[in-house]
């Protein structure tokens, strides 16, 4: 590894390693409930992410009450607490220990039965809910071959760190923005995990409704069934409350996703939607995902 690494830049990283390596050799259930303990006592120092969350839980559920909207934010954030350990232990547990975690997929035919089609390709339609690293490193070490897609960070140690994490059990990740490499891949029916739920500004976007409100919508999923004819298969994630595993919960594939990119975009949030009411605490409220507005005016929505 480069002696670049070993500048003071990259010192937080190298400490977050060593951390992660020893803390998931440690019982799985104390890890989360460890994490929750941790979280709440960094919750003075989270009040943006706090504010932010609940701007998003006011749009999306304008029905709730302030007290509920606490609760609800509250809930949300001790999971976000336990997703930080969970990203650690996508990245770091020893496959011994990993497999002792249960989780379960539900529909599980539908997946293998696409999945091994050869005159099939399979795309994943997920999002972020907490439980994604886990899910990924689960999936991707169950079937072959598998692709994802990411989002590269900003500190080149972490991406390093990242993806040579992922690749131990995925055949690739690809960087959002290298979109020949996922053609070439979804061609090569190869199943690819894509999740579309993040504002990138107007990027490859259209504005649709998300709970009611106009949201920057990435429109790459409709693209890509148009270039390759895959089969769109929606998926989420979630954590059992009582930590005894995960589902993996995958629904009825659409055959004829919209190409449309309003039609596709505006499909992809209404399915988000659905899934959100169901575990509204374990999707990730903490980003800005009504950033981007048609005014041009960038974070707007929570100046406060």
Aim: overall charge positive.
């Amino acid at each position: 590894m480069s002696g670049k690494y070993l500048k003071p830049k990259y010192w937080s990283v190298w400490l977050l390693i060593g951390f992660g390596k020893l803390y998931t050799r440690l019982p799985y259930k104390f890890q989360m409930r460890t994490a929750v303990v941790i979280g709440k006592a960094l919750k003075p120092f989270l009040k943006r992410r706090r504010d932010i969350t609940i701007t998003n839980l006011k749009i999306a559920f304008p029905e709730k009450s302030e007290r509920e909207l606490e609760e609800l934010a509250s809930k949300s954030f001790d999971s976000a607490y336990m997703a930080a350990v969970e990203s650690l232990i996508a990245w770091f547990m020893p496959e011994k220990r990993f497999k002792k975690i249960k989780v379960e997929i539900e529909n599980k035919e539908v997946f293998d039965r696409i999945h091994n089609d050869p005159n099939k390709t399979l795309l994943f339609l997920g999002f972020h809910f907490h439980a994604l690293e886990i899910a990924g490193r689960y999936v991707g070490s169950q079937y072959k071959p598998f692709a994802l897609v990411y989002q590269k960070h900003s500190n080149q140690l972490m991406e390093r760190v990242i993806l040579s994490s992922r690749r131990k059990n995925v055949t690739e990740c690809y960087e959002r923005k290298n979109l020949l490499p996922i053609i070439r891949s979804l061609k090569k029916r190869i199943t690819l995990w894509y999740a579309p739920d993040q504002d990138f500004g107007n990027e490859h976007s259209v504005f649709v409704p998300f709970f009611g409100k106009e949201c920057s919508t990435l429109t790459v999923t409709s693209w890509l069934v148009k270039k390759t004819g895959a089969t769109v298969v929606p998926v989420y994630y979630i954590r059992n409350d009582d930590l005894s595993g995960y589902k993996v919960i995958i629904s009825d594939p659409i055959e004829n996703f919209p190409e449309d990119e309003v039609e596709g975009a505006r499909l992809t949030n209404e399915i988000l939607e659905g899934f959100i009411k169901k575990f509204p605490e374990q999707y990730l409220w903490q980003h800005r995902r009504y950033k981007t507005q048609p005014n041009g005016v960038r974070g707007e929505v929570y100046k406060t």
